[in-house]
């Protein structure tokens, strides 16, 4: 509950996580060392992700067969409910009234800065270096991410991580520190001060769905360029472009500045086959080194390619990645 700018729980016996999340079992013990009940609720299509071995229950709405079954289950004031990549909206009355601003945010990025989804995408691009994993008070539904934050830890991620892949393993690890240390200090009455966010500073960034997104710009500069094809990199497909017509999907795909200059045009050909690698100049002084050339069989064709052959998008798809904007729900993705 709130009073006074601070966020606390006088009686903790309870957490219920809302959505899912691949550290619930780590999340369960920690619970269970604490004398804390745990129950997982998630939506039909994330069900599937979460093991089967953790006990869970499924609502395609937070409706009225919700509310009962919190209502039957739990005491709301002794109940702190965490929403961990969740796929509903919460309403500001149901906040308000039922949940009784119980209800918290886990978020991994530092906040104004990335609201929104595929953070780990975004900070790629944008060569963030600093992680960041934190809990914030939800308490409106016109931004699930703007509400006071309440607990928070950062990092700077190590030289390792460079794709998502990375970043969510590091991920992984800091957030169960981070649960650890939140759910000790609730449980033992700790009142949060909460910081509220900055209304006229910040980034919204939307959700990014790799098969619409991800299409390659070949006239973007080399490190935009790395950036990008890093960004769609593990766990996703790879980023998506043509080359003697058809689709393929890069992965392992390094900056490189020991070529000869480029000129834009040559961007997206590839100047030498190094065997286990190929060389591809962009538009400015660099090159890249791609390992991994994927077809729509997920088969490595990297040796089918020969120095000459040219990488290139369609302008249509570079359209499509610029304006087509995902939309999740409880049965997954919306708009496919």
Not at 29 to 57: A, G, M, R, V, Y
Not at 173 to 182: G, H, P, Q, S, T
Not at 233 to 260: F, R, W
């Amino acid at each position: 509950m709130i009073k006074e700018n601070v966020f606390y729980i006088d009686k903790l016996k309870n957490v219920v996580f809302i959505g899912e999340h691949n550290c619930l079992e780590q999340f369960i013990k920690i619970n269970k060392s604490l004398n804390l009940k745990t129950k997982i609720i998630t939506s039909p299509d994330q069900s599937h992700l979460i093991n089967k071995k953790i006990e869970f229950e499924i609502f395609k709405n937070l409706n009225k067969d919700f509310e009962k079954f919190i209502a039957k289950n739990f005491n709301i004031k002794e109940t702190l409910f965490i929403s961990i990549r969740s796929r509903w909206i919460f309403k500001k009355k149901k906040i308000k009234d039922f949940f009784k601003f119980n209800l918290i945010n886990y978020h991994p990025g530092r906040l104004p800065m990335y609201a929104g989804r595929s953070v780990h995408s975004w900070q790629i691009m944008n060569e963030d270096r600093i992680d960041c994993q934190l809990f914030h008070l939800i308490d409106n539904d016109h931004n699930i991410d703007g509400g006071p934050i309440i607990f928070y830890e950062k990092s700077i991620l190590p030289k390792e991580c460079r794709l998502p892949i990375d970043l969510q393993n590091y991920c992984n690890e800091k957030i169960v520190l981070l649960y650890r240390n939140f759910i000790q200090l609730l449980n033992k009455k700790k009142q949060f001060f909460l910081n509220h966010q900055s209304s006229y500073l910040g980034s919204y960034y939307p959700g990014l769905y790799t098969k619409n997104n991800g299409w390659i710009d070949w006239n973007t500069n080399s490190t935009q360029l790395a950036r990008f094809i890093d960004a769609f990199d593990d766990p996703y497909l790879g980023a998506s472009t043509m080359i003697n017509n058809q689709k393929v999907h890069l992965k392992k795909t390094h900056l490189h500045g020991g070529e000869l200059s480029n000129h834009p045009y040559m961007s997206g050909i590839v100047t030498r086959h190094d065997v286990n690698w190929i060389v591809v100049s962009t538009s400015d002084e660099n090159s890249l080194l791609i390992e991994v050339v994927l077809n729509e069989k997920k088969e490595n064709i990297l040796k089918k390619i020969k120095s000459g052959d040219r990488f290139y998008t369609p302008p249509d798809k570079i359209l499509l990645s610029k304006s087509y904007r995902p939309k999740y729900g409880p049965e997954g993705l919306k708009n496919k």
